[in-house]
């Protein structure tokens, strides 16, 4: 069985724009790494679900269709639910957030590949996210990078204002 070693952790208690995670992402050291996020929340309306990208030396790859995720979104009350397939310069982790912590996002994303510009980082991600009127959203799926560029970091945002709390913790995964 694989072991999770902990090798950073970022809190949040007050507005933060963004959470880094720079120097970590080392294939040599480590199979694969996971990032868990918990009761993560925003400061602003217009915040709708959270975004990553991954870095290399200190700085955002923000190459288009950098992405390519597939991903299975279902209400946990059973209506809706859908499949979608998506392109983009980063990484949407779906879930809804507003400003006065009603809603919440929390979940995991798991990446190998991560430092090796001749193969695609590939990963899984689960999310879980309450809303104020008592439901509870669920997505999963998969992504690939096929920018096949080496990274060494990652960062999170939100697509409109800050995160207003969370927890970010980045493991890496031996085998």
């Not at 915040?47 to 991954?54: D, K, N």
Request: hydrophobic share 30%; charged share 15%; no cysteine.
């Amino acid at each position: 069985m694989a072991s999770h070693i902990l090798l950073a952790e970022t809190t949040i208690t007050s507005s933060t724009a963004n959470v880094i995670f720079d120097g970590y992402l080392d294939d040599t050291a480590y199979k694969g790494f996971q990032i868990i996020f918990t009761d993560v929340t925003s400061d602003s309306a217009s915040a709708s679900y959270m975004r990553q990208l991954f870095r290399d030396g200190g700085s955002d790859i923000t190459t288009t269709d950098s992405y390519n995720r597939h991903f299975i979104y279902s209400y946990s009350y059973g209506a809706g639910g859908t499949a979608q397939w998506v392109n983009g310069e980063y990484l949407e982790i779906n879930g809804t957030l507003d400003n006065g912590g009603d809603n919440f996002i929390s979940g995991d994303f798991i990446m190998y590949h991560t430092n090796d510009s001749s193969s695609e980082i590939v990963g899984t991600f689960r999310t879980l996210n309450t809303t104020p009127d008592g439901n509870m959203h669920f997505a999963q799926g998969g992504v690939g990078n096929t920018n096949h560029q080496t990274m060494d970091g990652m960062k999170f945002y939100l697509n409109g204002g800050n995160f207003a709390t969370g927890n970010f913790r980045l493991y890496g995964i031996k085998a």
